[in-house]
């Protein structure tokens, strides 16, 4: 699976409120909280957010709550995954259950700017950053993880092996 796109980067310790604040948590509809993402840090997400485009953070993204809307809205809005430093353990998973891929590459962040152009293999492992010519090595996702996603999340992959 590759995925090809422009950066949208943020800092450390993205919080799930601030991903999707708790005023848009009455809905579960992805088209209806993709609407809101990022809203509370970044008004002008929504509107300059292109399908396909790759979110990059620091430290501890994801934290905060454990709820599925913050994966579901970066999802909805149309990113197609998620490098960062690292992430909260609950968010990781929970963008895993939903198939919203991540990757840990904190060199990639360092040396990635807004903007950017990246492609993500993530059966190799690896990110390109067409921007600056460099290469990042990360670990693949194992094959049942990269099934999951393929299959647009946990539930749709129990559902095809039914």
Not at 101 to 127: A, M, S, W, Y
Not at 134 to 151: C, G, L, R, V
């Amino acid at each position: 699976m590759n995925y090809i796109g422009n950066v949208i980067k943020y800092g450390d310790n993205i919080d799930t409120d601030v991903i999707i604040p708790a005023r848009y948590l009455n809905t579960s509809d992805p088209k209806e909280l993709a609407k809101h993402c990022m809203e509370d840090i970044d008004k002008s997400f929504v509107t300059r957010v292109k399908d396909g485009d790759i979110l990059v953070g620091g430290f501890n993204f994801g934290c905060g709550s454990s709820r599925e809307h913050a994966p579901i809205a970066i999802k909805a809005s149309g990113i197609s995954c998620v490098i960062a430093k690292s992430f909260a353990r609950i968010f990781y998973r929970n963008s895993i259950n939903i198939g919203l891929p991540i990757i840990e590459c904190p060199e990639c962040v360092d040396e990635t700017n807004e903007g950017d152009k990246l492609k993500v293999d993530l059966e190799n492992g690896t990110i390109i950053n067409y921007s600056n010519g460099k290469t990042y090595k990360t670990t693949a996702f194992p094959e049942f993880i990269q099934d999951i996603i393929k299959s647009g999340g946990l539930m749709n992959h129990i559902k095809s092996k039914k």
